[in-house]
């Protein structure tokens, strides 16, 4: 089946420090989802990208949809303490109702 | 309420036992999904309901029993299971179209059992 390579697996950074974090695909998406899981809780969709070459920002977030389909980036810029947490990819391969594919997760560790 | 609403939150019951998750949204959707999360294993999906049928069983063992009496309710319902099906059980709801598809998660469930 389908599996996502996300990497780093665990990172820990000092706070203000830029974080990358990504996910590598063997097969082509059509979209790339990007989420944060706080602990105890359920992921919460931060970005979505739905064409190749596509850069998105949410506040100090950006993301990238790779121009191959089949990897993406996420970058946190100037980190703070509430951003830890696990950072979950996602891919669908065709549009619709086919099932996203996850990737691991890269667990955020942020340092006052 | 709003979003995707799930309870209990925290669930601790014996082999022998008979429980049930349930998972209600209020997001208008018409798909509806459970997970299971383990530590260190990606999000492994394990029934996706759309319009209120099953659409997906990824092999689930038959001691996990959903049930989507309508658009907005999810259970799982759970009978003699295994210390190994201890995780975290995530309920996600969709509205599929033409367009891609993006999930919304509820707060999740945290199974243990004993």
């Known amino acids: 089946g389908q599996q996502l390579n996300q990497s780093p697996q665990s990172m820990f950074i000092q706070e203000g420090e830029d974080v990358s974090m990504n996910c590598t695909s063997s097969s082509i998406f059509n979209t790339w989802l990007w989420y944060k899981q706080d602990p105890g809780e359920g992921p919460v969709l931060l970005i979505a990208?739905?064409?190749?070459?596509e850069l998105t920002s949410n506040g100090r977030l950006t993301a990238q949809f790779g121009i191959t389909r089949k990897d993406s980036f996420l970058n946190i810029s100037a980190s703070i303490p509430s951003d830890v947490g696990i950072y979950f990819c996602?891919?669908?391969?065709?549009?619709?109702?086919?099932?996203?594919?996850f990737g691991k997760g890269t667990r955020l560790s942020v340092i006052a | 309420e709003t979003g995707v609403t799930q309870t209990p939150r925290h669930l601790v019951m014996g082999m022998t036992n008979k429980k049930s998750l349930k998972c209600e949204q209020h997001l208008g959707h018409n798909a509806m999904y459970w997970y299971k999360q383990s530590a260190k294993k990606p999000l492994e999906l394990m029934f996706v309901?759309?319009?209120?049928?099953?659409?997906e069983n990824n092999s689930v063992p038959s001691r996990f029993s959903p049930e989507c009496p309508n658009s907005s309710h999810l259970f799982l319902h759970l009978h003699t299971l295994q210390p190994e099906d201890s995780a975290l059980y995530l309920c996600a709801s969709s509205q599929p179209g033409l367009g891609p598809t993006e999930q919304f998660f509820g707060p999740g469930t945290r199974l243990t059992v004993l």
């Open positions: 309901y759309s319009l209120e049928e099953r659409v």
């Open positions: 996602a891919g669908q391969a065709i549009s619709g109702n086919t099932p996203l594919v």
């Open positions: 990208l739905y064409k190749a070459g």
